[in-house]
């Protein structure tokens, strides 16, 4: 009987052998046999990334592969976790499948028929509670509100998510003037350490509590923090790189010019926008 070829087999256990063929002990690839779960953690975050740019960009093939690349992180995992006499991919895959039918009782049965988006929402985040409590009672933890809130996010958008965590419990200003107040107070105690003359370890403190107060207003404006200053990064690229251009038509460069001929160039870009 000879064995199924990859275009006959599922998908999935193709990927699946690709990967244990890769960590061989004796014949596998050297780096992949060096990986561990903390090692590849940055590469996982590295593709969700290249992921969220691929559906910025509309470019639907980029999407099909990131995602392969994205899915392959989860295989490896399981895999280093199979080594260790640990959970495998099926184990991943059954356990999500799992809770998405406890978090969706409307669709899989078991609660009301009907939901509105609102109304799911609040019941997501219910389940997820009560989920939160109960890993922190295993774990011999006092629950938190904020329990869950991964601190490898973003440093923005883990400051939006703590932000909303605390809102739900009441922990929040109910309109915008004292959110706004609390980022002209916080600017004013940068500027009050800049003039004391302080070290790098106050400054990046009174930086810090500007910039979280500065997520706050985001998160009231109903506006993502994240994606907010990704537009603006992306923004700046653009007008930089037509300053770059506008002086070379000119037959210039940048150590060539005063900050005033950039700026020119600056408002021109800015103009054609």
């Known amino acids: 009987?000879?064995?199924t070829s990859p275009k006959e087999r599922p998908a999935i256990?193709?990927?699946?052998e690709v990967m244990a063929r890769l960590r061989d002990p004796e014949n596998g690839c050297p780096w992949d046999r060096e990986q561990t779960f903390s090692t590849i953690a940055p590469y996982t975050i590295e593709e969700a990334y290249e992921v969220a740019d691929a559906i910025e960009t509309g470019d639907?093939?980029?999407?099909?592969?990131?995602?392969?690349?994205?899915?392959?992180?989860?295989?490896?995992?399981?895999?280093?976790?199979?080594?260790?006499?640990?959970f495998d991919f099926d184990g991943v895959a059954r356990r999500i499948a799992a809770k998405m039918r406890d978090r969706h009782p409307h669709v899989f049965g078991g609660g009301e028929n009907e939901r509105t988006s609102v109304s799911q929402t609040i019941a997501w985040e219910e389940q997820k509670a009560t989920e939160r409590a109960a890993r922190a009672a295993k774990s011999g933890r006092k629950p938190s509100a904020l329990d869950g809130v991964a601190l490898a996010l973003p440093a923005l958008m883990r400051a939006q998510k703590l932000q909303k965590r605390a809102a739900r419990e009441g922990f929040d200003w109910e309109n915008l003037p004292p959110v706004i107040a609390k980022i002209h107070e916080e600017l004013e105690e940068v500027e009050a350490e800049i003039s004391a003359g302080s070290g790098q370890d106050?400054?990046?403190d009174e930086a810090g509590d500007l910039l979280f107060a500065c997520v706050n207003l985001a998160r009231h404006l109903g506006i993502d923090a994240e994606m907010a200053l990704r537009d603006?990064?992306?923004?700046?690229?653009?007008?930089f790189r037509a300053v770059e251009d506008g002086l070379r038509r000119k037959g210039k460069s940048l150590a060539e010019v005063d900050l005033d001929e950039m700026e020119t160039h600056w408002t021109a870009a800015k103009a054609t926008e």
């Not at 256990?13 to 699946?16: G, H, R, T």
């Not at 639907?60 to 640990?86: M, N, P, R, T």
């Not at 603006?232 to 007008?239: C, H, I, L, V």
């Open 232 to 239: 603006a990064n992306a923004k700046f690229d653009r007008r």
């Open 60 to 86: 639907v093939d980029q999407l099909e592969d990131e995602l392969g690349d994205l899915l392959f992180q989860v295989v490896f995992y399981a895999q280093i976790s199979v080594e260790a006499g640990g």
């Open 1 to 3: 009987m000879t064995d």
């Open 13 to 16: 256990d193709d990927l699946l």
């Open 202 to 204: 106050r400054l990046q």
